[in-house]
């Protein structure tokens, strides 16, 4: 009976799970060269955005949007010394987290975001219907809907696939095999874990004292959205390079959501029945 | 000035917003009204008809006309909101409540034809509607339909403020009160929505007045909801309090929507007659646009929140 349903509604049976894969960005090895940013779009064949000046140091990008899955700040920084001379050039290629409990996907209302065989956030482009409640629920900003009379995928909701059709063939996903100085690092998640501590104590150890790792289990940031797939070390706090300190999940508060809008519209029944059955 | 471009450490990135701007446009705060205001219309109409008097259920049943036109354009404007609207029944290929998205697309598709049927059976009692129809309207099960029909509606009020605090948007979700202030909307435009409809047709004073007592009650309900959601919010309730959206929020929501309909159905209360329907009519006008004024307000400052980096930051430190 069942059996007879799936094939009828062509159900298949999901992937069996694999390790999880995952991106871990070292930026202090980011030269901002932007090869990321051209890899994906070119491997995904994303539309260009367009030639728009910012005036922010070298970033013409901007922000991750619907057809920019790698986007590299460049973040000018005047020294504590006093001068004004001596700056720091912090770069960073952000990209989607692919968080352990990922708003997107519990938002969706179509079941078009999915979480792959390796632990990954994808989008199903034949299932997404643009209702656009994913774009407010994600905490970093990421994903977003193309126009609706755009030629790329128009309506739908997009972010990074952590390049899905190449880890079917046991590729390297884009950005990562482009990246000329292995800032952008591409493995099993457990293997990056151990890496990036390695690689932050060697850089504590030069004195680098304000480095740290983003989306590790044990950071605040990982108090809601679960240690992040895709995780960064950073040169300076968080907020610095746009990430929130504790990205909210909004599962976490919508009991006492629905409890408080339960309680009015009860209220309002109760007197109600009050008004018109009281009097008599 | 290249000092004004240099990055402070923790200072954000630029003034880049740390959120994408909602999609989402005029259809939705449309849509919230209108649904919101066909489940009040549909609860008090049923409260009417269960434990009110003969008089209160003649008149009120009325409401289940307006819950029945109310709720037809409802779907539609939320088909015509989706990047995709031909795929709009892919909301209904999986039952998923965690998402508010899914559980409102569900109460709809539930209320609607409950809503469509009720008010098909009040047509049969009216003598509306005639011949084969009639017969068929008056099989509907009328106890049942009041009941599960007031549960859908609750939840179609209830659930479009919690959507939009189920999200990062500052204004939206650093209170968690907008679902409450949603449903307090709705409710009282509902009721309003009835009172006008009984004023219309000529309803017994009696009936006016107790009507006007809901209202009222609703109205305050509605104001105690609002505070609390302003003072939870704090700062990041500025793009509402302040700037373009602050007029429709204060005389519109507010003024209109909840302190005009008391003041007015308290000159109400010893008046008689054609003065007493004209207040009446009035009031429920002003809560019924001052409904539309709180959703537009609410709903559009919400943009402007998304785009505000230091309210995200704040929002994310708690």
């Given at each position: 009976?069942i059996?007879?349903?799936?094939?009828?509604?062509?159900i298949?049976?999901?992937p069996?799970?694999?390790?999880?894969?995952?991106?871990?960005?070292?930026?202090?090895?980011?030269?901002?060269?932007?090869?990321?940013?051209?890899?994906?779009?070119?491997?995904?064949?994303?539309?260009?955005?367009?030639?728009?000046?910012?005036?922010?140091?070298?970033?013409?990008?901007?922000?991750?949007?619907a057809t920019?899955?790698?986007?590299v700040?460049?973040?000018?920084?005047?020294?504590?010394?006093?001068?004004?001379?001596?700056?720091?050039w912090?770069?960073?290629?952000?990209?989607?987290k692919?968080?352990?409990?990922?708003?997107c996907l519990?938002?969706?209302?179509?079941?078009?975001?999915?979480?792959?065989?390796?632990?990954?956030?994808?989008?199903?482009?034949?299932?997404?219907?643009?209702c656009?409640?994913?774009?407010?629920?994600?905490?970093?900003g990421v994903?977003?809907?193309?126009?609706?009379?755009?030629?790329?995928?128009?309506g739908?909701?997009?972010?990074?696939?952590?390049?899905y059709?190449?880890?079917?063939?046991?590729?390297?996903?884009?950005?990562?095999k482009?990246?000329?100085?292995?800032s952008?690092?591409?493995?099993?998640?457990?293997?990056?874990?151990?890496?990036?501590?390695?690689?932050?104590?060697?850089?504590?150890?030069?004195g680098?004292?304000?480095?740290?790792?983003?989306?590790?289990?044990?950071?605040?940031?990982?108090?809601e959205?679960?240690?992040?797939?895709?995780?960064?070390?950073?040169?300076d706090?968080?907020?610095?390079?746009?990430?929130?300190?504790?990205?909210?999940?909004?599962?976490?508060?919508?009991?006492e959501?629905?409890g408080?809008?339960?309680?009015?519209?009860?209220?309002?029944?109760?007197?109600?029945?009050?008004?018109f059955?009281?009097?008599? | 000035?290249?000092?004004?471009?240099?990055?402070?450490?923790?200072g954000?990135y630029?003034?880049?917003?740390?959120?994408?701007?909602?999609?989402?446009?005029?259809?939705?705060?449309?849509?919230f009204?209108l649904?919101?205001?066909?489940?009040?219309?549909?609860?008090?109409?049923?409260?009417?008809?269960?434990?009110?008097?003969?008089e209160?259920?003649?008149?009120?049943?009325?409401?289940?006309?307006?819950?029945?036109?109310a709720?037809?354009?409802?779907?539609?404007?939320?088909?015509?909101?989706?990047?995709?609207?031909?795929?709009?029944?892919?909301?209904?290929?999986?039952?998923?409540p965690?998402?508010?998205?899914?559980?409102?697309?569900?109460?709809?598709?539930?209320?609607?034809p409950l809503?469509?049927a009720?008010?098909?059976?009040?047509?049969?009692?009216?003598?509306?509607?005639?011949?084969?129809?009639?017969?068929?309207a008056?099989?509907?099960?009328?106890?049942?339909?009041e009941?599960?029909?007031?549960i859908?509606?609750?939840?179609?009020?209830?659930?479009?403020?919690?959507?939009?605090?189920?999200t990062?948007?500052?204004?939206?979700?650093?209170?968690?009160?907008?679902?409450?202030?949603?449903?307090?909307?709705?409710?009282?435009?509902?009721?309003?929505?009835?009172?006008?409809?009984?004023?219309?047709?000529?309803?017994p004073e009696?009936?006016?007045h107790?009507?006007?007592?809901?209202?009222?009650?609703?109205?305050?309900?509605?104001?105690?909801?609002?505070?609390?959601?302003?003072?939870?919010?704090?700062?990041?309730?500025?793009?509402?309090?302040?700037?373009?959206?602050?007029?429709?929020?204060?005389?519109?929501?507010?003024?209109?929507?909840?302190?005009?309909?008391?003041l007015?159905h308290?000159l109400?209360?010893?008046?008689h007659?054609?003065?007493?329907?004209?207040?009446s009519?009035?009031?429920?006008?002003?809560?019924?646009?001052?409904?539309l004024?709180?959703?537009?307000s609410?709903?559009?400052?919400?943009?402007?929140?998304?785009?505000?980096?230091?309210?995200?930051?704040d929002?994310?430190?708690?």
């Amino acid at each position: 009976m069942i059996d007879a349903y799936k094939r009828l509604m062509n159900i298949e049976e999901p992937p069996a799970a694999k390790t999880a894969k995952g991106f871990f960005t070292d930026t202090s090895l980011c030269i901002g060269c932007k090869a990321c940013e051209v890899a994906c779009k070119q491997w995904n064949q994303l539309p260009a955005d367009g030639f728009a000046m910012t005036g922010n140091s070298y970033d013409n990008t901007g922000s991750l949007g619907a057809t920019t899955w790698r986007h590299v700040q460049f973040i000018e920084q005047a020294t504590a010394n006093g001068t004004g001379q001596e700056q720091r050039w912090l770069m960073m290629s952000d990209v989607c987290k692919h968080c352990a409990n990922a708003a997107c996907l519990e938002a969706c209302p179509t079941g078009a975001l999915v979480r792959t065989e390796y632990g990954t956030v994808y989008v199903q482009q034949d299932i997404c219907n643009g209702c656009g409640f994913c774009i407010p629920a994600c905490p970093f900003g990421v994903i977003d809907r193309t126009p609706k009379d755009g030629h790329f995928e128009a309506g739908t909701a997009h972010k990074c696939t952590l390049c899905y059709d190449r880890l079917k063939d046991d590729m390297t996903p884009a950005c990562a095999k482009s990246c000329p100085t292995a800032s952008i690092q591409f493995g099993d998640v457990e293997e990056l874990r151990a890496r990036a501590r390695r690689r932050l104590g060697e850089l504590q150890a030069r004195g680098e004292s304000k480095a740290r790792l983003y989306g590790m289990a044990e950071g605040p940031e990982a108090a809601e959205v679960g240690p992040l797939h895709a995780f960064f070390l950073l040169l300076d706090e968080p907020e610095t390079y746009n990430l929130p300190e504790v990205p909210r999940l909004p599962r976490k508060t919508m009991a006492e959501r629905y409890g408080w809008s339960a309680a009015v519209g009860v209220g309002f029944a109760l007197v109600g029945a009050l008004v018109f059955g009281g009097r008599r | 000035m290249p000092s004004e471009r240099l990055r402070r450490s923790g200072g954000g990135y630029y003034d880049y917003p740390v959120l994408r701007r909602p999609v989402w446009t005029w259809e939705i705060p449309l849509y919230f009204w209108l649904g919101g205001m066909a489940a009040g219309a549909y609860v008090t109409a049923s409260l009417a008809q269960t434990v009110g008097s003969a008089e209160d259920r003649r008149v009120v049943a009325d409401g289940y006309y307006l819950a029945a036109g109310a709720i037809v354009p409802c779907a539609p404007l939320l088909i015509a909101d989706l990047g995709r609207p031909e795929r709009f029944h892919h909301m209904l290929r999986i039952f998923k409540p965690l998402s508010p998205m899914n559980l409102g697309a569900w109460a709809l598709a539930g209320f609607t034809p409950l809503a469509l049927a009720r008010a098909a059976s009040h047509a049969a009692d009216t003598g509306l509607l005639r011949g084969p129809l009639r017969a068929l309207a008056q099989l509907v099960p009328r106890r049942l339909l009041e009941l599960s029909g007031s549960i859908l509606g609750l939840t179609l009020a209830g659930y479009s403020g919690v959507l939009l605090g189920a999200t990062n948007v500052p204004l939206w979700a650093k209170s968690k009160l907008l679902g409450g202030v949603f449903m307090a909307s709705a409710m009282s435009s509902g009721s309003a929505g009835v009172t006008l409809a009984a004023a219309r047709r000529g309803a017994p004073e009696t009936t006016l007045h107790r009507l006007a007592t809901l209202d009222s009650a609703a109205s305050l309900g509605e104001i105690a909801v609002l505070t609390g959601y302003l003072v939870q919010s704090g700062k990041a309730a500025r793009p509402l309090t302040t700037g373009r959206f602050s007029a429709p929020f204060w005389l519109g929501a507010i003024g209109a929507g909840t302190l005009l309909p008391l003041l007015l159905h308290r000159l109400a209360r010893r008046r008689h007659g054609h003065m007493l329907e004209f207040l009446s009519t009035v009031a429920a006008v002003c809560s019924m646009a001052g409904s539309l004024a709180l959703r537009w307000s609410v709903f559009e400052a919400g943009k402007v929140s998304a785009e505000d980096q230091g309210a995200s930051f704040d929002l994310s430190r708690g």
